[in-house]
């Protein structure tokens, strides 16, 4: 459901950084409502530092976060959260000692969108269903993935960032993780900034992407025939 026109992230003259250093130097990047964009790049290039920005964990030395025009900038993840934006980190953020059911109850205010909420990951995910009360911790790192996924879908996000949720995968349940992806964005017109390093994943879901390079936007474009040799070209070693 994409609708044509409409921007749904603006980040405007970003720059953010640990300690000294400026880790993302100054990036402008827009996404339009109910799209995917694959953001790519080497290893420490700042795609996780640019999602914790834009989700309010790190917060901005210079520039401005829009969504739907509302400006967001500074705001706390909690209220990212209340306004309609998702977050899929990279390191496994369950709660390795409790339940499937209850790292996905933990991601509701309360009960009542529960059942609702738990039909809809278990159309992606059937296997969640089966073993509500085994322990996160005791699932294999590619189960624990589809959980990170559905627990940050509990919330029907409009925005989601998406960090390396294909990493350590099976191709099989990557392509899960693009039908769920892709049927959020079909079914309600979810926008996702997906950073991944596994390019033909990336390219199968997204509408368009970008390149980081040492914290600046080195390309981007529209995932066309082209797309691929483009980025091909930035991750060679
Ligand atoms: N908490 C931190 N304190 C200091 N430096 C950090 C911190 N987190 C990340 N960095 C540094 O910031 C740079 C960018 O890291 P980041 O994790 O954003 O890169 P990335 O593009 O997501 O990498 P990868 O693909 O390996 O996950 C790296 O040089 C990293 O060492």
């Known amino acids: 459901m994409r609708e044509a026109g409409r921007t749904k ?93 209850d ?17 809809r990951v278990f159309g992606y995910f059937p296997f969640l269903a089966e073993r509500l009360n085994q322990k996160a911790g005791t699932l294999s790192g590619g189960e624990q993935k589809m959980l990170i996924l559905s627990r940050s879908l509990m919330l029907q996000p409009d925005l989601l960032l998406v960090d390396e949720i294909s990493e350590g995968v099976q191709p099989s349940v990557v392509q899960r993780i693009a039908r769920a992806l892709l049927g959020e964005c079909e079914r309600r017109g979810m926008t996702v900034l997906l950073v991944e390093q596994n390019l033909g994943f990336a390219l199968s879901v997204a509408h368009r992407w970008a390149v980081l390079k040492l914290g600046h936007i080195q390309e981007s474009g529209e995932n066309d025939a082209a797309a691929h040799a483009r980025i091909m070209e930035h991750l060679k070693i």
Not at 107 to 115: F, I
């Open 9 to 101: 992230l603006a980040i405007a003259g970003l720059r953010s950084g640990y300690g000294a250093t400026d880790v993302i130097a100054g990036i402008s990047l827009e996404i339009p409502a109910g799209e995917i964009c694959a953001l790519m790049g080497k290893n420490g290039m700042g795609k996780t530092t640019l999602l914790k920005s834009v989700m309010g964990l790190l917060p901005l030395r210079e520039g401005r976060v829009g969504l739907d025009g509302e400006d967001i900038t500074g705001w706390t993840p909690a209220r990212l959260l209340a306004r309609g934006l998702g977050y899929a980190p990279q390191e496994l953020p369950l709660f390795q000692d409790l339940t499937i059911l």
């Open 103 to 119: 790292n996905l109850r933990l991601a509701l205010r309360d009960d009542r969108a529960l059942a609702p909420a738990l039909e």
